[in-house]
Structure formats: C-alpha cells, structure tokens
Nanobody, 125 residues
Framework: QVQLVESGGGLVQAGGSLRVSCAAS????????MGWFRQAPGKEREFVAS????????YYTHSVKGRFTISRDNAKNTVYLQMNSLKPEDTAVYYC??????????????????WGQGTQVTVSS
C-alpha cells in the first residue's frame, strides 16, 4: 500500500516562488515514476512534471519549462516541485502522483495508480 501527502502550497504574488513537497509512505521502494499534476476549478487535471527513481530523467509540460524544477530524494521518500516565476494561470490544486511504470512520459491522469490529496497553490495578479 502507498500513501502520498502533499505540503507547501499557499498564496504567492505573481513572479514569486514556491516549493511543494510530496512525502510517500508504504511500499515506495519500487515507485519508478513520481510526478505532479494540477487541476484548476472547472478544468481537467493536467500533467506538470515527472521524474524517474534515479533522478536521471525528468519530463515537463511545455508551459512550465524553464520555471519549474522537479527533484526527488529517495532516502526521504519525498519528491519536490520548485516553482519559480509563478503566474496567475498556475493557480490550481497540485497533486502528487506515483506509479510503478518505468515510463516517465505518462501524462494521462487515468493511468496513474497512486494519488495524493492535493495542495492548493494560488498566485495573485
């Protein structure tokens, strides 16, 4: 069994920075894929970033490239998303995701096995 708990969300001004964290518990040693999705009110859940277990490979959606950085600390069973140069359109609930798939290019929420409860990120204009 796997549990994912996000933290670090909050209210920031446009242009500011925020780091969200996801702490995993349970059988986490075989979670090759970990990533972040987000969902704004009235919109579909969308892919943001993902990273392999070794941190040797990562993948980002186009809209966050150059602004967001995903990282992973397996000793702490934690994945992070550093968000810089935040824009109002980044406002959403950010969800941690994990899967035993060896493919880090998963962008469809429907194929992800494990999810956190989400943390709210609000960017003021």
């Amino acid at each position: 069994q796997v549990q994912l708990v996000e933290s670090g969300g909050g209210l920031v001004q446009a242009g500011g920075s925020l780091r969200v964290s996801c702490a995993a518990s349970g059988r986490t040693y075989d979670m090759y894929y970990m990533g972040w999705f987000r969902q704004a009110p009235g919109k579909e859940r969308e892919f943001v970033a993902s990273i392999s277990r070794s941190s040797g490979d990562s993948y980002y959606t186009h809209s966050v490239k150059g602004r967001f950085t995903i990282s992973r600390d397996n000793a702490k069973n934690t994945v992070y998303l550093q968000m810089n140069s935040l824009k109002p359109e980044d406002t959403a609930v950010y969800y941690c995701a994990a899967d035993r798939s060896s493919r880090i290019t998963i962008t469809s929420p429907g194929v992800i096995r494990y999810w956190g409860q989400g943390t709210q990120v609000t960017v003021s204009s």
